[in-house]
Structure formats: structure tokens, C-alpha cells
């Protein structure tokens, strides 16, 4: 089970840290992405990183201004939003990948969270 948390309304240029907690113990096991979907729009790949935490992948619409990280003993995995823009504005959800591979496709991931909203006022 992944929770997130962090959303909230915040200004353009403003930072935000969204925070997904795991419940479970093979949380090392998995691949975790973002992800978020804007109205009306698909859900899209935001950021991902691998398993041990070495390797993270960034869509590039956020490269530079987002970063992704875990932590494997708290079972937490972060994304902090710098530099936010109004296009940033969705809900952002947290997934789990069981693979040492790191993946984009929605359909790659086996576990959600329930989605927290990031509103960038301009």
C-alpha cells in the first residue's frame, strides 16, 4: 500500500517535497515512480529510481527541476518540485515496479498510491 502526501496549492517559482509512504517489507524490491496527471489529460511519467536508489530517470518536461529520492529504511521515496511552473499543476501519484529495471509505462507498475493534488497558481 503507497500513500502520498505534500500537495497543496503553492506559487509559481515555489519549491514543494511530495512525500509516498510504503507499507510492506519487500520495499526495496521495487522500482518507484511518479507520476500525475493532469484535468483532462493522460497520466504521465514524471520521475522514477531504481530499487537501491542509484539510478533515477526524469521525464524531461521536469529534468533540472525535480529530483527524486528514497529512503529504504523509512520505506519513503520523495520528490522534490523546484522551480514549479503553472503546466505543473496535476495530481501526483507515487507506484511501485517490482524490477531492478526502471520503467515509464503506467501499465508497468503494479501499485498505487491514492494521488495527491499540486496546484501552481501563476
Known amino acids: 500500500q503507497l500513500q502520498a502526501s505534500g500537495g497543496g496549492l503553492v506559487q509559481a517559482g515555489a519549491s514543494r517535497r511530495l512525500s509516498c509512504l510504503a507499507s510492506?517489507?519487500?520495499?526495496?524490491?521495487?522500482?518507484m515512480g511518479w507520476f500525475r496527471q493532469a484535468p483532462g489529460k493522460v497520466r504521465d511519467f514524471v520521475a522514477a529510481i531504481s530499487w537501491g536508489g542509484g539510478h533515477t530517470v526524469y521525464a524531461d518536461s521536469v529534468k533540472g527541476r525535480f529530483t527524486v529520492s528514497r529512503d529504504n529504511a523509512k520505506n519513503t521515496v520523495s520528490l522534490q518540485m523546484n522551480s514549479l511552473k503553472v503546466e505543473d499543476t496535476a495530481v501526483y501519484y507515487c507506484?511501485?515496479?517490482?524490477?531492478?529495471?526502471?520503467?515509464?509505462?503506467?501499465?508497468?507498475?503494479?501499485?498505487w498510491g491514492q494521488g495527491t493534488l499540486v496546484t501552481v497558481s501563476s
Open positions: 507506484a511501485a515496479d517490482l524490477t531492478y529495471y526502471i520503467r515509464r509505462g503506467t501499465e508497468e507498475y503494479q501499485y
Open positions: 510492506g517489507r519487500a520495499f526495496n524490491s521495487y522500482t
